[in-house]
């Protein structure tokens, strides 16, 4: 396993309302309306046709996945949909900034992949199936600096945000 | 009926590579996610390219139309430990392999697909999706 950079948390107080987000990702449609509400702060059109896209795959698994073994739960990809707004929201909120989209894809054992590849860094995080496991990340600048571990994906997660304003 | 085949378990060498088959959801345009590397237990089926082309793997698809060819070389795999690859012939499929020693453990799995991404090589291009699978337009 390769040397991994400690990666150092922002030095900031998350506001307690996206610390501890009280979002109902329930239903798409309810979390669609609730994100329009703050459509200036992400790539909103490509955030949603990305999870659209995500949500066919998901459909369509007996299609591609021929050897079985895996399941998704609404469960889990409401917990992606909630991680992709608090971030998204926050960093917008408190740097201005606008999150890059990631690409999603459907990970092993029922996980869920968030996928970013930039010019000068990539990052992947994996979205728990259950909802009392960590979610787990590894990213890198195609040099030496590397970033790997886990996080609570219900909370903002200082590490994760600084990567993403790179 | 023919006997089936038990074909002789081989080294495989450093500087050689294997093959495997990467379905249309694990691409965005031309980019390949590390989605596509799902093991199973501790392994991950791949074809030695010794005893198969490209074109033979894609061939063993369910629905070969769906899915492109990626290529690793196996110096590569063997350089990112815990990982090895062994010859794990099968009687139908000679070239079949197996990448061994992937991590259970979530955090070192999400490392090594990314590490595997990196050395990864698109050889056979998914082909482009057939109009003539989609449903035909409503006559009115």
């Known amino acids: ?166 | 009926m023919v006997d089936a085949v038990d074909w002789p378990v081989e080294d495989i060498p450093d500087d050689n590579h294997v093959l495997m088959r990467a379905h249309r959801v694990f691409f965005r345009e031309d980019v390949l996610l590390p989605s596509v590397f799902r093991p199973h237990g501790d392994s991950m089926s791949v074809d030695w390219t010794r005893y198969s082309t490209p074109q033979d793997t894609r061939n063993r698809a369910p629905i070969p139309d769906q899915n492109a060819v990626i290529r690793l070389p196996v110096i590569g795999i063997r350089k990112t430990p815990p990982l090895d690859v062994r010859h794990t012939p099968e009687p139908e499929n000679r070239a079949h392999s197996e990448v061994l020693g992937l991590p259970t453990e979530r955090e070192d799995l999400t490392e090594i697909r990314i590490l595997l991404l990196g050395f990864s090589e698109t050889v056979l291009a998914l082909p482009p999706v057939d109009d003539r699978l989609q449903p035909a337009p409503k006559q009115i």
Not at chain 1, 5 to 15: R, V
Not at chain 1, 32 to 44: D, N, T, Y
Not at chain 1, 91 to 118: C, E, F, H, R, S
């Open chain 1, 1 to 166: 396993m390769q040397e991994v950079m400690e990666w150092p948390l922002l030095d900031c107080d998350f506001p307690e309302e996206l610390a501890e987000p009280e979002l109902d990702a329930t239903n798409w449609e309810e979390t669609s309306s609730q994100f329009s509400s703050r459509a200036e702060s992400v790539a909103r059109e490509e955030l949603e046709a990305e999870i659209e896209r995500l949500i066919q795959t998901l459909n369509l698994q007996h299609v591609w996945d021929s050897e079985g073994g895996n399941a998704y739960t609404e469960d889990t990809l409401n917990r992606t949909i909630a991680f992709l707004m608090v971030q998204s929201d926050w960093l917008w909120d408190v740097y201005g900034v606008k999150a890059p989209v990631p690409m999603i894809g459907p990970g092993p054992n029922g996980t869920i992949d968030l996928y970013w590849k930039q010019p000068a860094w990539e990052l992947l995080i994996n979205i728990p199936a259950g909802s009392s496991e960590p979610a787990t990340f590894y990213g890198h600048n195609y040099g030496s600096q590397k970033i790997k571990g886990s996080f609570d994906p219900d909370k903002v997660t200082g590490g994760i945000i600084e990567w993403l304003m790179l």
